[in-house]
């Protein structure tokens, strides 16, 4: 235990809401440790993968409202870093005009002035000749909407936070955490202190907290991320035009369903059921279950006839879930020195930049940019205390 090391915060776990919190803190002049304890590069956790939908589009206005300064700041760091990190593709969101879920995206983006095309059904079949709408559905494209490329902005952020003179330890998992007014957390290499720390470990986040004896209610599931073959080439490609989309939750499909045209693997289009089935994070490959496959493979087969009905690639990802999907950004009840972004329940990526700025904020004693209501511990009946 030979390596004493001081920062001013660090921030455990480099997935893309720890790396822009990492940036945002070595912006600030904040001396910072981003710690990891894969390897990076790595698939093992949440961030990893070439692409991400970013929209506007949302069932809530306080993601809506947020999302305005996430696109700025993607386009911040596309800037700094010069990397291009987005794509524009509009995304198409449909599903039966009579259901809630459809009527709040709907109404979300007319409150919000955000720009959206209503396509009638005989538009529908002009632009989207190879999807099917079916009778009862409604059709609205956010045209703001598009492609994150993952990977590429989590090596974009790296690189550049190693340029502000931050430093990433990687293959460090974190062994301890002793909170105090000056937080130790003690690694196989060595103890680390900061005035601040930052848990951002997603899947993983209660296993760190239980050293700091809080555990929130949080649920870690595998997502099957499936990938279908073309039928037609091209039919769903970038190039031609095709949007990213959204089916919203119907009979048969509790959670939403969603879709990214072509791009990295050639001839595939990835499509995902936005749920999957409780596993532990260490051992998510144990979890074999295939009911959104099946999910998949039913929707597919109705209404992009021209796809394979059965998927071409299946890779693995895990959402990290809270019971109301939504994030928690807040500090420690106990200890205020330690801020927590957790449970971004697969819908965070596109939030990273902005909940970046928010931790950092949090950290640094500033007055947070938004209104975390919505992401406090509190909301949650009993913040369970571990028992330690």
């Not at 386009?75 to 291009?84: M, P, V, W, Y």
């Amino acid at each position: 235990m030979s390596q004493h090391r001081e920062y001013d915060c660090i921030v455990i776990g480099a997935g893309v809401q720890g790396c822009f919190t990492a940036y945002q803190l070595a912006k600030n002049n904040q001396r910072t440790l981003l710690l990891e304890q894969f390897l990076l590069p790595h698939s093992r956790g949440s961030s990893h993968g070439q692409t991400r939908i970013i929209r506007k589009v949302y069932e809530q206005d306080f993601y809506t409202h947020m999302l305005e300064e996430c696109y700025q700041l993607w386009a911040q760091l596309e800037r700094e870093t010069n990397t291009t990190l987005f794509r524009r593709t509009g995304i198409l969101v449909k599903g039966p005009e009579a259901e809630l879920d459809f009527q709040l995206f709907r109404d979300t983006l007319r409150r919000n002035r955000v720009p959206t095309e209503t396509l009638t059904p005989e538009e529908f079949a002009r632009r989207l000749p190879h999807m099917v709408l079916r009778s009862g559905e409604g059709a609205l494209i956010d045209t703001t909407a598009g492609v994150l490329y993952a990977d590429r902005a989590l090596r974009a952020l790296q690189s550049y936070f190693q340029s502000l003179g931050g430093v990433i330890k990687d293959g460090e998992k974190v062994l301890n955490i002793q909170p105090d007014s000056t937080v130790t957390v003690t690694t196989a290499s060595g103890e680390y202190r900061a005035k601040s720390l930052i848990i951002t470990a997603g899947p993983w986040a209660n296993t760190l907290l239980a050293h700091t004896g809080l555990q929130l209610p949080l649920t870690v599931v595998k997502i099957n991320v499936c990938y279908w073959r073309e039928k037609v080439p091209g039919a769903y490609g970038v190039d031609a035009h095709c949007p990213c989309f959204l089916q919203t939750a119907s009979e048969g499909a509790e959670y939403h369903i969603y879709g990214l045209p072509s791009n990295e693997y050639p001839g595939l289009v990835k499509i995902c059921y936005h749920m999957g089935s409780e596993t532990e994070p260490d051992s998510r490959d144990r979890q074999t279950d295939q009911t959104d496959v099946r999910i998949l493979s039913r929707f597919v087969s109705i209404y992009l006839p021209s796809l394979e009905p059965e998927p071409a690639v299946v890779e693995s990802c895990m959402y990290t879930v809270t019971p109301d999907h939504h994030f928690v950004l807040d500090r420690h009840p106990t200890h205020k020195n330690i801020i927590i972004g957790a449970g971004f329940s697969g819908h965070g990526f596109k939030f990273g930049p902005v909940v970046g700025k928010i931790l950092c904020e949090l950290s640094l004693g500033k007055v947070p940019s938004y209104d975390l209501s919505p992401f406090k511990i509190q909301r949650f009946e009993t913040p369970m205390k571990s028992s330690l």
